[in-house]
């Protein structure tokens, strides 16, 4: 059985940083793209930023300059730094995987529980 697990979010004043991890568990042979959802309160997911298996990187653009992504194939991981966090980013936050590939199956996309990052004074 895969699963994403996320770890690291919390509350944060406006300006802090905070970092999130994702681990993929199970035995897992490839994942094409990992990287980060949110949703915030009363709004539709949207994509925070994703990472392929070749390092290719891509942004909202609400994030760019802010927030990093960074992965490591051999162990399954994917990390988001925030930085110069504004209270417009508090949502929760969804570690996704997508073209993950066991020896067996093949999941098209896996979505991890969420973690809450709330940016506050």
């Known amino acids: 059985q895969v699963q994403l697990v996320e770890s690291g979010g919390g509350l944060v004043q406006p300006g802090g940083s905070l970092r999130l991890s994702c681990e993929a568990s199970?035995?897992?042979?490839?994942?094409?793209?990992k990287g980060w959802y949110r949703q915030a309160p009363g709004k539709e997911r949207e994509l925070v930023a994703l990472?392929?298996?070749?390092?290719?990187?891509d942004y909202a653009d609400s994030v760019k300059g802010r927030f990093t992504i960074s992965g490591d194939n051999a162990k399954n991981t994917v990390f988001l730094q925030m930085n110069s966090l504004i209270p417009e980013d508090t949502a929760v936050y969804y570690c996704?995987?997508?073209?993950?590939?066991?020896?067996?199956?093949?999941?098209?996309?896996?979505w991890g529980r969420g973690t809450l990052v709330t940016v506050s004074s």
């Open positions: 990472i392929t298996s070749s390092g290719a990187t």
């Open positions: 199970g035995t897992i042979k490839s994942i094409n793209a």
């Open positions: 996704y995987a997508r073209d993950l590939r066991t020896q067996i199956h093949r999941h098209l996309e896996v």
